[in-house]
């Protein structure tokens, strides 16, 4: 039985200003650290305190979508209302998305109206990661979720109930530890350990100190990104 996709947690220096941010930005509820997705579909955010700075770029970011350009200007808008500011990390003058980054320096893009790969996910369309092929269709087989997409070497899944995707193209070097991470929950029916042996078999390794304080073993998928699998 597949694992259920817990959370998407981040790591931050001041995790209740970025709850705020987000479920600001998102219009979302806060709760107890943790932002709550808006419907069934959407990912839930966890924010935790970080164990160093962020000394580099992520290797994961949202991609926020617009159904007009108007809706992607307010969006823009009030993220600066909020705390955030525009970086540059490489995009081209001609393409149209906005790149920002939140008041902890997370990237996150959003969209320019028309995406057919985002059309229907959603206003966070996706979270869009550095990795392998290979790890796309590891995170398919964890999570029982289809593969979406697989063509020159980038990958995305969904899940089966639709939303936002996850999506893979492409390895770069890691800056530090990863701030964004997933957290896993066993399936009704299977213990943590089980699972555990189960993600094993499917190309994770240990990681870390293989348990934290609450409980969590600590796995890294193929490309070595650390995630979490809760009791």
């Known amino acids: 039985m597949a694992s259920e996709l817990s959370a998407i947690c981040l790591a931050a220096e001041r995790p209740e200003r970025l709850v705020r941010f987000w479920a600001g930005l998102l219009g979302r509820k806060p709760d107890d650290g943790t932002v709550l997705p808006g419907d069934g ?6 924010f935790v305190p970080a164990a160093a700075p962020k000394t580099g770029q992520n290797r994961a970011h949202f991609d926020l979508t617009s159904e007009t350009l108007a809706e992607q200007e307010r969006t823009v808008a009030r993220a600066l209302e909020l705390g955030a500011r525009h970086i540059d990390v490489g995009q081209l003058p001609e393409e149209e998305h906005v790149v ?33 092929q290979q790890v ?15 063509r020159d070497e980038e990958t995305a ?26 957290e896993l929950v066993p399936a009704a029916g299977s213990d943590q350990q089980a699972e555990v042996e189960r993600l094993l078999s499917l190309g994770a390794v240990r990681a870390g100190a293989g348990r934290d304080e609450a409980g969590r073993i600590v796995l890294a998928d193929p490309d070595g990104t650390e995630f979490s699998v809760l009791r």
């Open 41 to 46: 579909t959407g990912f839930r955010l966890r």
């Open 157 to 182: 899944i969904q899940s089966p109930r639709g939303g936002s995707k996850i999506s893979w193209g492409g390895l770069s070097p890691r800056n530090g530890p990863d701030r964004v991470r997933f």
């Open 100 to 132: 920002l980054a939140d008041p902890e320096g997370n990237e996150f893009c959003v969209i320019e109206p028309g995406n057919n790969f985002l059309a229907g996910c959603g206003f966070v369309g996706a979270l869009a990661c550095d990795g392998s």
């Open 136 to 150: 796309g269709y590891f995170w398919s087989a964890a999570l029982d979720w289809p593969l979406v997409w697989d």
